[in-house]
């Protein structure tokens, strides 16, 4: 009797698998810290990628239009100049941050990927623990060439975090924003409010809603909150509110629990979007972020809190995702308020939050030297100024910012007004765990739950994304 | 015992008949070694694609691996953690009672019935119409699931959607408010086809002489489809619900109309697996689920077998 048993066909398959994948997993944190980081420094023949979450006629155009159309034909000129032969790719996405986050880390984690990577700013930590990113000197392989660019020095310190991790450079950062509280002129003048308003208190800004709510089809107040949106409901919502109750969300090594000022930042949701101040369904929907632009620009939302991405990007009249032709006329913003005057973070008035991203170089890139000079020549002044091509940016470089806001009210507005009180999220490790547990609180009270139960909910998934109890605040 | 005629070396007979067991044991006549190279290919592709996968997801759940952060580097067994948390944790339950949800309402019922009722209507119908049915129907399985997510999200929104336009309920969200009708009936569309097909070709084997001996009798036609029609295609209802019911929960297509949301109101076990180890980074906890999905979809799959068998 020859014939093989099934089973045992199948226990033979098994265990040769089993042979096979013997500590495969997460091994390989050798990379290229192993690596030498003078390969290939004298390649005549080279080849990068830059990748980023912008794409031509979509999301970000200006910046993929930059890279393509003036960036890396510049730097291949300046290169062919040398007598070296390069090829820039760009690798242009649009999709949303979390999704582009997800692809990055599943690249990277298989050694592949752009050469040039932009990230943000809050996913340098894991990235770096994860040994997907190393630090700059490390990929270069000399520290002095790194760390002596000039181009640091144009750089606030507050701007270089973005791009830094545990006290190292990951990646050159590549300006920063603010947060406002948007608001439409038009359905203002029609509800009888000010053109130049600006909200003292939260109870300003609901009692500016009960104005708007009599307008017809009209949501008067659009504050980010739920799952669906990701980081934009943590940065445009969560933590500018939270900010304005006092707290911040990592404050003496601890992560903010269950604390009275996150519930009153939920009760502030509730009590926007339990009284038809606000649309909780577009909260609930899974494109919802790209409808409030819509309906922004479409003058059916009243306020609304959002970065200077916003003015920028969506409703910029040429190129926006949203555009509105009237947008210089229409659009006014204000300082985003405490709850009530004095109350925010250092006693504040008014509070903001920034946040950013960074060019990281991958590890594993074929070219270390050549993608570092790349890098560089990205963030000259030269280059920064050209990016802006006639439009206003908070850039990373000072030198060039006080060329180019002056002549854009609203960013200088930002520079100006905004920055001095913002505040910059943790660049922390756990960070994106915790804001994912603020996401989901804040789609618990929309969803109709209490503030109780969803501050509750909260403690216990912060406790678990910060390893113990004893690294959360709560009471 | 007969000696041969003369001591001439027997010619060596091909396939050494020493180890030929006789002909029900090798029909073909390979011999083992060729037989098991005719298999190898095949069973190569098993070992590299399903095999060694699954095996790697049983490895990968027994740990706290993670997309990013210190545990994607090192990351340790953590024994059985993963499937203790599984058990406790409500979103899993959530889930699974959304999954049940899902392959009973689309599946066992939705495409079951209509796929059924198209089967038996379109037999007697002009070659024309039928044709035409059966290819609107068709249409619905084979376009790509992305172009028919487009379709069904641009059908169900709440501004500008084609069923707000119908009914007159403008600002009605069927995706937030109603997520899990909607992907019921969104997959009873899209998967009827293949119930319908397997329904024409079962009732081609009910015989017209008892269809039409029930109707001389008077039969009405419930008591036909029950007493006539029923007993002969037992077994294709059987295989059918059985596989549609397995497809339809491993369907990931729910995903791109809904992401499991809103708030998790429509995440079945597919979609959850995917929300936890893309969204949350958390791989290890994500392949112990998916093993507690494989070991479900393997019991399913043994019952099957089991019921195939009594009946034959």
């Known amino acids: 009797m020859r014939r093989i048993p099934p089973l045992f066909r199948l226990a033979v398959l098994g265990s040769a698998a089993s042979v096979l994948l013997t500590g495969c997993l997460g091994s390989s944190d050798s990379g290229s810290g192993d690596q030498d ?111 002596g660019w000039d181009g640091w020095k144009q750089i606030p310190d507050s701007v270089q975090q973005l791009g830094m991790f545990d006290g190292k450079r990951y990646g050159v950062p590549g300006g920063t924003d603010g947060r406002v509280l948007y608001f439409n002129k038009k ?19 609901t009692a500016a809603g009960q104005a708007l709510k009599k ?13 669906a949106m990701g980081e934009a409901t943590t940065m445009q919502g969560i933590l500018p509110l939270l900010v304005g109750t006092g707290a911040t969300i990592n404050a003496d090594g601890k992560w903010l629990g269950n604390t009275p000022q ?41 306020i609304l809190l959002e970065g200077d991405y916003f003015w920028r990007s969506v409703v910029e009249p040429k190129a926006g995702v949203a555009k509105m032709a009237d947008r210089d006329t229409a659009v006014g913003y204000a300082l985003i308020p405490a709850n ?88 922390l490790a756990e960070y994106p765990r915790v804001s994912a547990a603020l996401q989901q609180a804040t789609a618990d009270v929309i969803g109709g739950k209490s503030t109780d139960a969803a501050a509750k909910g909260y403690q216990t998934a912060v406790e678990a994304a910060a390893g113990s109890k004893d690294k959360v605040t709560s009471n | 015992m007969a000696t041969p005629p003369e001591s001439v070396p027997v010619p ?64 340790s067994i953590v024994g059985l953690s993963n499937y203790t948390r599984a058990l406790n944790d409500a979103l899993f339950h959530n889930a699974l009672w959304l999954t049940l949800l899902f392959v009973l309402g689309s599946a066992i019922i939705g495409q079951n019935i209509l796929g059924f009722a198209l089967a038996w209507t379109m ?23 992305t172009v028919v997510a487009y379709l069904w999200i641009a059908f169900f929104d709440r501004d500008t959607g084609t069923l707000n336009s119908i009914l007159g309920t403008q ?42 001996s029930a109707r001389m009798v008077g039969a009405s036609g419930w008591q036909t489809l029950r007493d006539i029609v029923f007993p002969h295609i037992r077994g294709h209802v059987l295989t059918n619900t059985l596989l549609i019911s397995l497809w339809t929960a491993n369907d990931f297509s729910p995903f791109l109309l809904t992401k499991g949301g809103p708030n998790h109101e429509s995440e079945t076990v597919p979609v959850y697996i995917y929300n936890v180890a893309l969204q949350g980074g958390e791989l290890g906890y994500s392949s112990a689920i998916s093993f507690l999905l494989l070991i479900a979809n393997l019991l399913v799959a043994l019952l099957y077998l089991r019921l195939l068998r009594r009946r034959s």
């Open chain 2, 171 to 212: 600002g009605t969200a069927w995706l937030i408010d109603y997520p899990m009708v909607c992907l019921v009936l969104f997959n009873t569309w899209r998967g009827t086809a293949f119930s319908m097909m397997l329904y024409s070709s079962a009732l081609q084997a009910v015989p017209p002489s008892q269809l039409e």
């Open chain 1, 215 to 227: 307008l017809p089809g009209v949501t008067p107040i659009q504050i980010n909150a739920g799952t």
């Open chain 1, 340 to 427: 009530r005057p004095g109350g925010g973070v250092k006693g504040q008035d008014f509070v903001s939050m920034s946040g950013g991203g960074a060019t990281a170089i991958n590890p594993n890139t074929k070219f270390p030297q050549q993608a570092w000079e790349l890098l560089e020549f990205m963030n000259s002044a030269e280059m920064v100024k050209a990016g802006l091509n006639g439009a206003a940016k908070i850039t990373q470089r000072t030198d060039v910012n006080a060329e180019v806001l002056a002549g854009d009210p609203m960013l200088n507005f930002v520079a100006t007004k905004v920055l001095p009180l913002t505040q910059y999220r943790p660049g």
């Open chain 2, 12 to 75: 060596p007979v091909p396939g050494r008949p020493a180890r030929v067991r006789g002909p029900a044991q090798d029909v073909a006549g390979l011999g083992i070694g060729r037989a098991v190279g005719f298999l190898a290919p095949a069973l190569l592709l098993i070992g590299a694609f399903l095999v060694f996968p699954a095996i790697w997801t049983i490895y990968i759940g027994i740990t706290n691996y993670r997309l990013t952060g210190v545990e994607a580097v090192s990351p």
């Open chain 2, 123 to 145: 037999r007697r119908a002009r070659p024309a119409v039928r044709r035409t049915v059966e290819a609107l129907v068709l249409l619905a399985w084979i376009l790509p699931s």
């Open chain 1, 262 to 302: 996150l519930r009153q930042v939920l009760d502030f949701y509730k009590s926007i979007y339990g009284t038809g101040l606000g649309d909780p369904v577009l909260q609930r929907e899974a494109k919802g972020r790209d409808k409030s632009f819509a309906q922004f620009a479409a003058n059916k939302i009243g």
């Open chain 1, 37 to 147: 980081t003078s390969r290939n420094a004298d390649a005549k023949k080279v080849e990068l990628v830059i990748g980023a979450n912008s794409v031509k006629g979509g999301k970000n155009a200006a910046g993929a239009e930059f890279t393509e159309d003036v960036l890396i034909p510049k730097f291949v000129e300046a290169q062919k100049a040398k007598g070296v032969d390069v090829t820039v790719k760009f690798q242009g996405d649009g999709s949303d941050d979390e999704v582009y986050k997800q692809k990055l880390a599943l690249g990277l984690s298989n050694k592949t990927g752009p050469d040039l990577i932009n990230v943000d700013g809050i996913w340098v930590g894991e990235f770096a623990q994860a040994g997907y990113l190393k630090p700059l000197s490390d990929t270069v392989g000399d520290a002095a060439k790194v760390d």
């Open chain 1, 187 to 205: 359905l203002f003048a029609q509800a009888g409010l000010p053109a130049d308003w600006q909200p003292k208190s939260w109870d300003d800004v």
